[in-house]
């Protein structure tokens, strides 16, 4: 079972997972946790080989597919059957999952700094990354890599709240998780047609250049899916400007129709 925490056991409220992206933890959702659970009860997990929740090595052939499971054996060992579902980064590929494979149990899904496909300039850099990281630091490469996405001076605290988090992370979880990156397109490939009743919140920061366009691209078209654009953040969006995303996030979660999403046209110029 996954290390977890709950925040919150009170029937009347709605039930919302927070999963963190590739070397994170529980920490980078603080400003969320803080704001959600006025409203619901918070449901936080560690991933496969992070902080204390089991190794990637403890499974035969580790997948996205087996990463998805663990987060559902985790509702199904505290009793949740059907929750909104937050995710950054690599959260938004294991939710993508998660609505492929079982999309009864997705109320809503808000998708921050998402990633439907690796970019050329994506495949580019890991294609390096492989090349070298048999006789380099994982750290290093976390870094440079972390360097690459979050360039930007505003980006620098969550640039550096991710390469702090990644460095607790052992060599050998790291490289697991790297390993399936290539298979990143296909928890995203059935999204279209297997979730496409389920509502979709796309949170994206203006300056996330490795990801944006190729997602505005993806959920153009999409069914029940909204677009929202944070000016100034970069791809750690939820950290970049924690008040734009506690707010778009909770009102989307709560059906506020009052707010606004990028229309279709938007979209293409943004593009």
Known sequence: MLEYRVFGEDPAKENVVLLHGIGGSASIFFPQIKAYKEQFNVIVVHLRGHKNSPSVEEV????????????????????VYKAHFVGISLGSVLTHQI???????????????????????????????????????????????????????????????????ASRMKRKEFLGWYGIAHN????????????????????????????????????????????????????????DDSDTFNQVSMAFMNGDEGTEYLSQDERMKES
């Open 60 to 79: 035969e052939d580790f997948s996205f597919r087996r990463a998805a499971k663990d987060v559902i054996d985790v509702l199904d060992e505290v009793g």
């Open 99 to 165: 609505m492929s494979m079982a999309p009864e149990r997705v109320e809503k899904a808000v998708l921050g700094g998402a990633i439907t496909k690796m970019s050329l300039s994506s495949k580019f850099f890991f294609l390096i990354g492989k090349w070298i990281k048999n006789f380099t630091p994982h750290i290093w490469l976390y870094a440079l890599f972390a360097m690459i996405l979050m360039p930007r001076q505003n980006h620098k605290e969550s640039r550096n709240a991710f390469i702090k988090e």
């Open 184 to 239: 990143v397109k296909v928890t995203f490939a059935k999204v279209p047609s297997v979730a496409n009743s389920i509502p979709k919140l796309y949170i994206m920061g203006e300056g996330d250049h490795m990801f944006k366009r190729d997602v505005i691209r993806d959920t153009t078209g999409l069914a029940n899916a909204q677009l929202h654009i944070v000016p100034h953040a970069g791809h750690v969006v939820n950290l």
